[in-house]
Each structure stands twice: as structure tokens, then as C-alpha cells.
């Protein structure tokens, strides 16, 4: 796959030479010191993205866009600007000439490298991984249940720019339909039904991938874990569940294990531990238990 090409306008060469540091390992950087010079550029060469600098004399960013955007290689070019003032006259300027988003100066070098990366996605350039999207989708799940449905509709406007798998696009749009037409409880459903797709794509559960694994060592190591957070060990019990997912499980106990590392990694064991409790009653009353516990005189949960 090529390098994309972003070019960087700015007339400070200290912040050309930062950001071009700073971004060289990822993408070809073309410096240029002035908007004249980017202008010239573009007559005769492309690039993918601009990172243009509002605050320079002679022409400054505003004066340097339209002048870009008025160039067949320069219409439809992304631009995010760079600036040390905000004001709103200047957002309101450059939103009109299409900029794509808004960085304040100074600037963290990991907060940038994420604003370039997410415009790349929208423009389906850049794949959304299956992580950050199942991040997003939990939080569109969580925004659900606080009955947040503007702000949801909002960001699922904003996911669907994203280049994603068609079956989880498709789903998505389902969810807008559901809550636009005032089904909240079915958007739910829906999301959650996402959720757990991409569980199934992040796990690698493809029926090859997991171990098998019998009810009685689950339920042993759902124990030891809930020994650990009773110790106060809650770094060694999501390192056991972590663990667990590498294994074939039920799908009730495999979500519910997605929920209390959820928990966990939000340092709320409290909540994690009920969802424990749940898990192990829930396996204990297996058949498989069951058989074990009449044939052998197995007791495998301390809660029952």
C-alpha cells in the first residue's frame, strides 16, 4: 500500500520540522513554509491530507484555502487546521471551506497522529479496527440504557462514515431506524447483538481458535478468580478471565465473562464480582456438574 502524502504549511520551520518527526515513520511529509508555495504545490502535484497553519503573514491559512479549494487538486483535499487562537470567526470561515477539524496549538504529538487517523477512516481510506469499534459500540450501548438517544443518533451519524464490515454497517443502520422510529428497547437489542459480533471477531471464535475446556475446570477457575478479588487481587483475577476467553465456553457464560472484565478494567470489582457469583451458579447447575457432583461427590461452588 502506498504512503499517504500530507503536506504540513506552516512558516515556523521549528513546528514543520516537529511534525514532520513526528509523522515521517507513517506518512511522506511535504513541508512547505508558506501558503504562496503550497499553492504552487498543488498546480502540478496531489496529496491526501493538509495540515495548514491559520496564523502566518503575507497570506494566511483562510486567504491560503480558498485559493486551495478553487484548484482541481485542491477541492476535495481534507484539511485540518493549526492554530494558537480559536475564535469563532475563524472556525465559522473555515468551516465553510470544508475543513475537517480543528487543532489547538500547542498540541499533544498522540492527539494528532488519532485526529489524522480518524479523518482517514471517515474517508474510508483507513479501516476502523475491530477494537475501536466495539469501543464505540459499547458506548452507544451504554448511552442507550441512560436513555441518551439524541447523543446516540449523533454519534451513530459519525460511525457511519467509518469504513466498517458491511454486516456491522448494516446493523448499525438498523439501530438509527429503530431509534428513530421510537423503538429504544429494540436499538438496544440491536446494539448489544453488534456487541457480541464483534466479541465473536475479537476472540477469533471461529470454531478452530478455542480450546476446549470441561464445566468443572471453568468453574474451578471462575472460583480462583473470585478468591482473588476477595483478596483484593484484582490485577491477578482479570489476568484468570482474560485467560478464560481463549476457551470454548457457553455463550451466556462468555458474555457474562465480557462483562466482568468490563468491570474490571474500571476497577469496579464490586460489580464484577456478582457477575461472578452469577457465572458459577450458573455453570453449577450444568449437567455436567450436576453428573460430576452425583457420580463423584464433586462440590463445585462454595455458594450453593
Do not use: W
Request: with cysteine; charged share 35%; glycine share 6%.
Amino acid at each position: 500500500m502506498n504512503r499517504m502524502k500530507i503536506m504540513v504549511v506552516d512558516d515556523n520551520t521549528v513546528n514543520l520540522a516537529t511534525i514532520e518527526q513526528e509523522l515521517s515513520d507513517r506518512y511522506d511529509i511535504i513541508p512547505m513554509l508558506t501558503g504562496r508555495r503550497a499553492i504552487k504545490y498543488l498546480y502540478r502535484e496531489t496529496c491526501d491530507m493538509i495540515l495548514l497553519d491559520v496564523q502566518m503573514p503575507i497570506m494566511d491559512g483562510i486567504e491560503t484555502l480558498r485559493e486551495i479549494r478553487t484548484q482541481e487538486n485542491g477541492v476535495d483535499v481534507p484539511v485540518i487546521f493549526l492554530t494558537a487562537r480559536r475564535d469563532s470567526q475563524t472556525v465559522l470561515e473555515g468551516s465553510k471551506l470544508g475543513i475537517v477539524d480543528f487543532i489547538t496549538k500547542p498540541f499533544d504529538s498522540d492527539d494528532l497522529k488519532q485526529r489524522i487517523d480518524t479523518v482517514f477512516k471517515k474517508l474510508g481510506v483507513l479501516p476502523l479496527e475491530n477494537e475501536e469499534l466495539y469501543e464505540r459500540i459499547n458506548g452507544l450501548y451504554k448511552g442507550l440504557l441512560d436513555l441518551q438517544e439524541e447523543k446516540v443518533l449523533k454519534e451513530i451519524d459519525e460511525m457511519l462514515q467509518f469504513k466498517m464490515d458491511d454486516d456491522i454497517l448494516g446493523r448499525l443502520n438498523n439501530v438509527k431506524m429503530k431509534l428513530e422510529a421510537g423503538n429504544t428497547e429494540g436499538a438496544i437489542e440491536m446494539t448489544e447483538h453488534i456487541k457480541d459480533m464483534l466479541d465473536h471477531k475479537l476472540d477469533g471464535i471461529d470454531g478452530k481458535n478455542l480450546a476446549p475446556i470441561s464445566m468443572v475446570e471453568i468453574i474451578t477457575r471462575l472460583n480462583a478468580a473470585l478468591d482473588d478479588l476477595e483478596a483484593f487481587k484484582t490485577k491477578e483475577a482479570l489476568e484468570r478471565l482474560k485467560d478464560l476467553k481463549g476457551y470454548e465456553l457457553p455463550d451466556n457464560t462468555r458474555k457474562d465473562l465480557k462483562r466482568s472484565i468490563e468491570y474490571l478494567k474500571a476497577y469496579d470489582d464490586i460489580e464484577a464480582k456478582k457477575i461472578l457469583e452469577s457465572m458459577i451458579m450458573f455453570v453449577n447447575d450444568s449437567d455436567e456438574i450436576k453428573n460430576t457432583r452425583h457420580g463423584r461427590g464433586y462440590h463445585s461452588s462454595r455458594l450453593s
